[in-house]
Structures are given as C-alpha cells and as structure tokens.
C-alpha cells in the first residue's frame, strides 16, 4: 500500500528526545502540555527507526473510488468487519461496531473508533442509504502477534487499501499504533496469502 511516511532520522529523533526531556525538566509545566507530550512520543517510536503516518492526510490524498467510498481503511486490530459510515460536509467514522439504525455510530463513541473530519473527503448531504458500508479486516501473522503485539489487540489498529467494500480480503495490510488523533506509528507490514484470504471470506460470509 502506497501512503505517504513521516521518517525522520535516528539521531535526529535521540536529539529532539534529549531536549524534551532537558525541557521537561526545566519548565514542569511542559509535563501537562498535550502536544509536547505527543512530541516526546511520536519522536521515541523514531528513534528506533520507526515511522509514522499522518492518517487524516492519507485519507484526504488517497481520495475516493469510483463509488464515492474511501480507497483504504482503519479499524481496531481485534475487528472482523470494518464498518465505515458516511458523515455530511466529507466526514466519516470507522468502526469495529456494526452503525445504529441512524446510520451512524458517531453518538456511541466506542473506544478505538476513528472519527476523520469534515473535509476529508469529498461529499456533502449523505443520503441515509448511502451513509453505512463494510469490508473484511486482515488478520495478523502469529510471526508479527509474537514480535509486535505486547498488549489486547484492542490496542492496536489495522490499515489496508480496500479493494471493494463488500466482504472481500484485502491484501496488504500494515499494523499501527496510536499516537496521537491524527498520527499513528507503523509497527509492520505484510502480505496476506491466497490461503489466508479464502479463510478469512469463509469465516465471516
């Protein structure tokens, strides 16, 4: 999957961690300032070579297909189904959870659930019966679960280009974790077999 990675250099990342740190401890108030906190985050997952990608921009570069629906998708790493519910002024939330009568599970705001903003893509007014879609989620190789996964996959997110939003596998998903809204760190990625994905269809049709 092509999206756009934020890398910065190793030594760079050692740098900008020893000054938040030195910050840190010369002005405490800085400890409470949410995104020095971010920084001190985002720059230690760099540090070890990591990187990073900006989701809100990656959804907004890689647009809409010929459905009007969104080319990739995020979900929690311990879903099934993707869920992925149209909101007015080119907004939308994925979702582990299927969306509630109205269309959407924005009201039920459960944990892991990725709200992106108006603007993000490029619709308006949302017809009720256009608003709510779903696609298969990837699983995750036992050789990634056992270097990568130290907590519940609840704690971790999967994202993939979606080839169809119907209940089709994808191919090549990347594992991520949250750093902040809008930034997530790249832990893996892979390719699913042919194998995988006629198993992954036949458990969830």
């Known amino acids: 999957m092509q999206v756009a990675q934020i890398e910065v250099l190793k030594e760079e990342a050692e740098k900008a961690l020893a000054e938040l740190k030195q910050a840190f401890k010369d002005n405490a108030d800085l400890k409470k300032n949410k ?4 920084l001190q985050r985002a720059y230690g997952h760099m540090k070890h070579g990591g990187k990073v990608i900006d989701i809100y921009e990656a959804f907004k570069t890689t647009g809409i297909d010929a459905n009007a629906l969104p080319k990739i998708a995020i979900v929690r790493a311990d879903a099934t189904v993707c869920y ?3 909101v007015r002024e080119g907004a939308g939330v994925f979702s582990h959870l299927a969306p509630d009568r109205w269309g959407t599970s924005v009201a039920r705001k459960s944990y892991g659930e990725i709200g992106l903003p108006a603007g993000t893509f ?4 949302v017809p009720w ?7 298969i ?3 995750i190789p036992p050789a990634i679960l056992n270097e990568k996964v130290s907590y519940a996959l609840k704690n971790y997110y999967i994202f993939w280009e979606v080839e169809s939003w119907e209940l089709i596998p994808p191919k090549d998903p990347m594992l991520l974790k949250a750093i902040t809204p809008n930034l997530y760190a790249v832990l893996a990625t892979w390719d699913l077999t042919e194998l995988e994905r006629a198993i992954i269809k036949a458990n969830i049709i």
């Open 122 to 125: 490029g619709w308006g007014h």
């Open 129 to 135: 019966k256009d608003a709510k879609h779903k696609t």
């Open 137 to 139: 989620v990837p699983i």
């Open 84 to 86: 992925f519910t149209k």
């Open 35 to 38: 995104i020095y906190r971010d």
